[in-house]
């Protein structure tokens, strides 16, 4: 058994709400996005994690801090945690990358690996950078250990893909939605790197997390 780590996509911001892409854009919680938040925090009043990690963006960082703050420990910020930059995207919906630039939009939208927006971060350096960070904190946390990590979501698709043997390029397509505020439940084994995926994309009041000695 190794390590669980809890990926978290950060709560609702308004260029969510509106399916605007936000990557390195650096947008704030909405009021639903604050709610998501607080039930998180509820969450880890009983998680019993020994590590709290978020990207570096706000709507990470103020997603993570309650839940960081309810369970004690101090909340850690690693920009390996950051979402993949959009390029010419950022701001806009795919709808209106459309109007502006058809070529690019259907590329991404055929092969987002092979076809990146303009002037993104290639998807395998996201995938990459983000994997290397969760190897360090499960490392860290060792067997057994319990870490919440707030971040993004087409980050945490890149990542279940790589770890689980699944196409990069099919990453939209294997893992169409990620919920803002959703528990996704990793058993992270190193060595030999074996990830095994225990919780898909689940509310805070769903996921009840046994207690340490039950999970032993």
Known sequence: ???????????????????????????????????????????????ELDLVAASPLHRAVDTAEPAATAAGVPLRLD??????????????????????????????????????????????????RAVAGLDDLAREAGTGGRVLVVAHGTLLRLVLCTVLGIE????????PVVGNGAITELEWNLPPGLVALRRLNAPPAQAVVSARSQSR
């Open 1 to 47: 058994m190794g390590a669980r780590l809890f990926f978290v996509r950060h709560g609702q911001t308004i260029w969510h709400l509106g399916k605007r892409y936000a990557g390195s854009s650096d947008v704030d919680l909405d009021a639903e996005g604050l709610r998501q938040a607080r039930a998180l925090a509820d969450w880890a009043t009983g998680a």
């Open 168 to 175: 990069l390029r099919d990453y939209r397509r294997r893992f």
């Open 79 to 128: 920009d390996r945690l950051r979402e993949q930059d959009f390029g010419v995207a950022e701001g806009l919906t795919l709808e209106e990358l459309r109007d502006r630039d058809p070529a690019a939009a259907a590329g991404f939208a055929e092969d987002p690996v092979r076809h990146p927006f303009p002037g993104a971060e290639p998807p395998q350096a996201a995938a990459r």
